[in-house]
């Protein structure tokens, strides 16, 4: 289930972004795709705006598909073409806190998540992925034992060091 994401939507869900929005783009690409690569989704995002130095309209990031407003338009249009142009349709998610955007995908077929809702899914993805990898670095007692008898430390070798 592919995600397409009105970015500028979920960039406004951080207060302040607006002082930054180069650095937002940035911070959201990166949540981005952790979520994805978390969720083993594909993820595009149409930003509104002109394209970033290091970005071009197309461009991959970390997984992350980048697309812009085409000039004189916004991300909500570029948005509605993708959709138009998407092959399969009731499987694609349409992150946007945009009414009229909504309803038109929603006309096409395409499920539409709120840009809200869609930010609290990626903290819980990766709250998820990072509890993951802090079970995976954890190391047993068992394989503790192990090692330290591989090593010749004994259960006395312990207590003397107390």
Not at 123 to 133: D, I, N, R, S
Request: neutral net charge; aromatic residues 8%.
């Amino acid at each position: 289930m592919p995600y397409l994401v009105d970015g500028n939507n979920v960039m406004a869900q951080r207060v302040g972004w607006h002082r930054d929005k180069p650095g937002a783009r940035r911070a959201l690409l990166d949540e981005l795709s952790s979520f994805a690569q978390a969720r083993k989704v594909k993820v595009s995002v149409v930003f509104d705006g002109a394209p970033e130095q290091h970005f071009a309209d197309g461009a991959g990031y970390r997984g992350i598909r980048v697309f812009y407003a085409e000039r004189g338009s916004d991300a909500d249009e570029r948005i509605k073409r993708m959709v138009d142009a998407a092959r399969e349709r009731r499987t694609l998610f349409i992150v946007t806190s945009d009414r009229a955007l909504a309803a038109y995908v929603r006309r096409c077929g395409a499920q539409v998540i709120r840009s809200g809702e869609f930010r609290q899914r990626m903290q819980e993805a990766l709250a998820t992925e990072t509890a993951k990898e802090d079970d995976r670095a954890s190391v047993s007692g068992e394989d503790v034992n192990k090692w330290m008898r591989y090593f010749g430390v004994g259960e006395d070798d312990e207590e003397s060091d107390k």
